[in-house]
């Protein structure tokens, strides 16, 4: 029986971070054996916003996250790797699914409004970037899409998408489901917690995150300096949010139940809370941190990497284009 597929990547821009590796990366590992995975790095989603882009920055950015996808445990034997604008399909299928989207489907989605808030100029990419998206799932016939609860809202437009076209054109694509990890899913900022950690705000801010790939000693400075509430013992009970996303860090990268979690710290100072944490944290990154860095050494490895990746992924691709076209008539 062939194994369901799954999907997911990351635009190699910012600074990935602890909740990209706990929300998505650390899944993506564990699902290996069970799903046909495929792991994009979306560089063509990074041209949203093409004022902030630097080319040569973009290019080394990309080959970085080819190397973290790898150092956090993506085998390239039992999963494909690849570079998204390697494999052409994407752009074209963005178009036909553009035609098909509403666009007052596009004007609700609230990640465009958080964005655009902070730019004088916006590009019409930034407002359909989620049909890209819904692009690169329904190009593969995926079955589950690993994300952060923040991203539902883009796995349901993919959903209308699809259910819009297959009405229109028949059966065509395949209807994806999210797949959404229990603890961790969403890990706020460490300066403010009532924000989600961000990869761009973590590039500019010291203190705002935790690097997947960061050295020890600024780990352990930023879980040290991380806002937590106005008391001086861990409360289940009151905790505020910075309390709660320390204790999440913790559980997420040790994988300790509730009840382990809340014997542990209950009680305990906000020094011990963080001591805890920044062990663990470090522990837990090490040998992600030192596979990143000896793979940094082999471009050459990473770029076959990539480029077998490219190619499985359109040998997949072609064959699902093929189909959208014969849907719509210019299959010529």
Same mark, same amino acid.
């Given at each position: ?19 990209n ?27 949203t ?16 996250t ?10 390239p034997?039992?999963s ?47 407002y ?8 690169d799932i ?18 349901e ?41 961000? *990869? +761009?705000? =973590?590039? &500019? !801010? ?5 690097? @997947? %790939?960061?050295?020890?000693?600024? #780990?352990i ?6 806002k ?26 040790t994988?300790?139940?509730d ?8 009680? *305990? +100072?906000? =020094?011990? &809370? !963080? ?5 663990? @944290? %470090?522990?837990?990154?090490?040998? #992600? ?44």
């Open positions: 029986m062939d194994k369901k597929r799954i999907l997911s990547g990351v635009q190699p821009t910012g600074r990935l971070h602890i909740g590796y706990i929300g998505a990366l650390s899944v993506w590992t564990k699902e290996q054996d069970q799903f046909d995975g495929l792991y994009c790095v979306v560089d063509m989603h990074a041209f916003i093409p004022e902030k882009i630097s080319p040569v920055k973009l290019k080394k950015k990309v080959w970085e080819v190397a973290i996808y790898i150092a956090c445990g993506i085998d034997v039992k494909t790797i690849f570079i998204q604008s390697m494999v052409p399909q994407h752009s074209e299928l963005a178009w036909y699914l553009t035609c098909v989207t509403p666009m007052g489907w596009l004007d609700q989605m609230v990640q465009f409004k958080s964005k655009s808030a902070s730019n004088e100029t916006i590009g019409t990419g930034l359909s970037y989620p049909i890209l998206q819904a692009a329904l190009l593969y016939d995926t079955s589950f899409v690993p994300v952060g609860d923040d991203q539902k809202q883009h796995i437009l993919t959903r209308d998408i699809a259910k819009r076209f297959n009405h229109m054109f028949g059966k065509v694509f395949r209807v994806p489901q999210p797949m959404i990890r229990e603890v961790g899913a969403r890990i706020m900022a460490l300066d403010d917690p009532d924000v989600k950690m961000s *990869k +761009s705000t =973590g590039e &500019l !801010k010291i203190g705002h995150s935790i690097g @997947v %790939v960061d050295d020890s000693d600024i #780990i400075k930023a879980i040290k300096s991380a937590t509430d106005s008391g001086h013992e861990v409360s289940f009970d009151n905790g505020g949010p910075g309390v709660k996303n320390l204790l999440t860090i913790h559980q997420a990268i994988g300790w139940s009840d382990a979690v809340r014997n542990h710290f209950n009680g *305990k +100072s906000y =020094g011990f &809370l !963080k001591s805890e944490v920044a062990e663990s @944290v %470090v522990e837990g990154l090490r040998p #992600i941190r030192e596979k990143y860095n000896a793979l940094m050494q082999e471009p050459s490895y990473l770029s076959r990497i990539a480029t077998e990746g490219a190619e499985r992924a359109q040998s997949i691709a072609r064959l699902k284009l093929y189909t959208v076209k014969e849907a719509l008539g210019i299959d010529f």
